[in-house]
T-cell receptor
Framework: ETGVTQTPRHLVMGMTNKKSLKCEQH?????MYWYKQSAKKPLELMFV???????ENNSVPSRFSPECPNSSHLFLHLHTLQPEDSALYLC?????????????FGSGTQLSVL | AQSVAQPEDQVNVAEGNPLTVKCTYS??????LFWYVQYPNRGLQFLLK??????LVKGSYGFEAEFNKSQTSFHLKKPSALVSDSALYFC??????????FGTGTRLLVSP
């Protein structure tokens, strides 16, 4: 148990659906992240929030919309996704104090877009 | 741009033998380098990191990594592999504050 919980574990959605991924951390951290993991590709950093402010957005398509209502919760809202968006979406958190701090990851949401 | 590369998609080793998982880096200035492990159906877990100082870094589960500046490498090692070490291993480096980038991963298979 890493202290970072993601729900749901699995999600199947059609291209016209709207769904949300949820992440919660119980570690008192100030920074939260969304990563996308696809087979045979490096993990892609999608969004970074620090003290609930978005500090990084790596040219992610607008069909992905993050929300960070407080430092313990992070959401990824999904709409009109494409089949190539099928992947494992990982949430992570870190204390948020120094550049070389380690990240704590959740188990991920396996997303399949039909 | 700061980056890491993992040249091997998969490494096979017999239980009890030493293992090495390779990572090379391309970083300007002093690098911060990390190893993470991902077990099936789980997120990534931190193993160890290099900041500065001793070139041999010891981490979790008996793993260690050797920082080699002349070869720009940061290989992960373990003297005696266990079947339970079978997993996906990622090398990573910081490209800025709160911006960790990962390699493509190396699958380690330890056979009994």
């Amino acid at each position: 148990e890493t202290g970072v919980t993601q729900t749901p574990r699995h999600l199947v959605m059609g291209m016209t659906n709207k769904k949300s991924l949820k992440c919660e951390q119980h570690l008192g951290h100030n920074a939260m992240y969304w990563y996308k993991q696809s087979a045979k590709k490096p993990l892609e950093l999608m969004f970074v929030y620090s003290l609930e402010e978005r500090v990084e957005n790596n040219s992610v398509p607008s069909r992905f919309s993050p929300e960070c209502p407080n430092s313990s919760h992070l959401f990824l809202h999904l709409h009109t996704l494409q089949p190539e968006d099928s992947a494992l979406y990982l949430c992570a958190s870190s204390p948020g104090g120094v550049i070389n701090e380690k990240l704590f990851f959740g188990s991920g949401t396996q997303l399949s877009v039909l | 741009a700061q980056s890491v590369a993992q040249p091997e998609d998969q490494v096979n080793v017999a239980e009890g033998n030493p293992l090495t998982v390779k990572c090379t880096y391309s970083v300007s200035g002093n690098p911060y380098l990390f190893w993470y492990v991902q077990y099936p159906n789980r997120g990534l877990q931190f193993l160890l990191k290099y900041i500065t100082g001793d070139n041999l870094v010891k981490g979790s589960y008996g793993f260690e990594a050797e920082f080699n500046k002349s070869q720009t490498s940061f290989h992960l090692k373990k003297p005696s592999a266990l079947v339970s070490d079978s997993a996906l291993y990622f090398c990573a480096t910081n490209t800025g504050f709160q911006k960790l980038v990962f390699g493509t991963g190396t699958r380690l298979l330890v056979s009994p």
